[in-house]
């Protein structure tokens, strides 16, 4: 099983960025997590990141027939990009949505999802163990 993990703007900065909301452990820690997660699951796991929208797109467009699942953290995006909800329509993979902080109980705009809306699965709120999750209910579901 082959996972995309795409990741949006900014989570380049963790360790640095409010680290009050996401904690002092920096992007490499995040995908050497996310690695050790994907041995243990017996999984290949493929990591992008990109603070740019269209690079973005490109990044699911080129999931499609090749890719069994896509876990996503849209960042930002989330809150503005039809395009990425879009893609994710497009492509047809199977699709989990993950935010490190609980942005239910965030500002008012961090309240609608759209990439959430082309998602079967949603792991919010859990820090780096959301990534584990959704790639565990991808080894389960895709
Ligand atoms: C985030 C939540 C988003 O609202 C925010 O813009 C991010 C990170 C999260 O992982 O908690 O950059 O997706």
Redesign the pocket.
Known sequence: MKLLIVN????NMLGIREKH??GTRDYAALCAYIQQKAKELGVEAEIFQSNHEGAIVDAIQGAYQRVDGIVI????Y??TSVAILDALKAVQVPAAE????D?TR?EPF?QISYAGMACQAHFI?LGFEGYGKAMEWMKENA
């Open positions: 949006g703007p900014n989570l909301l996401y953290n849209p960042a930002a989330t809150h993950v935010h490190l902080t942005v965030r961090r709120g």
